[in-house]
């Protein structure tokens, strides 16, 4: 580490405890779960700066020398997740207030990966294709056929109705319904909700796909609620 960049971190050090003394100083009715949090955001923000020093360092160069495993369920990554909780005073109760910061980075899974990954802009919005591959894949993960499950799953879903049934019941039916949204030219799909929906008759998905996934979540509602 240069001179000039070590100096730059003991500077951020300093004022991040100056800050922090002069808070617990200014109120004094601060607790100390307040402060220690006050303290880890700072730090966050040093780590953060200190990366961002290293970067503008003409010296660095950015090489791969470890490549991770590839995965056909997606790009390994490196995560961070910081969990603060504040209990909440209630009687016969737990509650739990919780502040959560998270970061997940990509990292390299083959030797040519040498130069620093493209900007990529941010869609406005999730393809249902791409939610549906997801899907898919999640399920094969568990052993069951990933694609004959999903069709028999949206098959089941326009049997009946999940209005008024909760969140949770409004969220599934915008996923297995994919009327609910822009066609985007997912034909097996559309013709499962269409067969579902006026045959109330899905056995003809079951022969794929012996399990039915809807009854794996309502079992776990009935031993829930």
């Known amino acids: 580490m240069s ?23 200014n109120y ?32 660095i160069q950015y090489t791969n020398k470890l490549v991770f495993p590839y995965s056909p369920y997606g790009s390994p990554y490196v995560g961070l997740l910081l969990a603060v909780a504040f209990p909440i005073d209630l009687p016969e109760y737990n509650v739990f207030l ?15 990966t040498s130069e620093y990954p493209p900007i990529v802009q941010s869609r406005s919005s999730i393809a249902r294709k791409d939610a549906y591959t997801v899907i898919e894949n999640k399920l094969e993960a568990h052993g069951y ?23 949770i019941a409004d969220i599934l039916h915008i996923i ?28 003809k998905y079951a022969k794929q796909c012996t399990r039915s996934i809807l009854d794996l979540v309502s079992t776990l509602g009935d031993v829930m609620y």
């Open 98 to 112: 919780s502040f959560y910061l998270s970061a997940g980075y990509g990292v390299a899974q083959n030797v040519s």
């Open 28 to 59: 004094h009715v601060f607790s100390a779960i307040v402060i220690m949090f006050v303290r880890i955001m700072l730090f966050l923000y040093t780590i953060a700066t200190c990366i961002k020093l290293l970067a503008s360092q003409e010296s």
């Open 3 to 25: 001179t000039i960049l070590r100096s730059k971190v003991v500077y951020i050090l300093k004022l991040q405890d100056s800050l922090v003394v002069a808070i617990a100083h």
């Open 145 to 167: 056929p990933g694609k004959p499950c999903l069709l028999r799953t949206i098959c089941e879903a326009s049997e009946y109705s999940m209005e008024h049934n909760g969140v």
């Open 176 to 203: 297995l319904t994919p009327s609910s949204s822009k066609s985007e030219d997912l034909v097996e799909y559309e013709e499962a909700e269409i067969y579902g929906k006026f045959n109330k008759d899905c056995r």
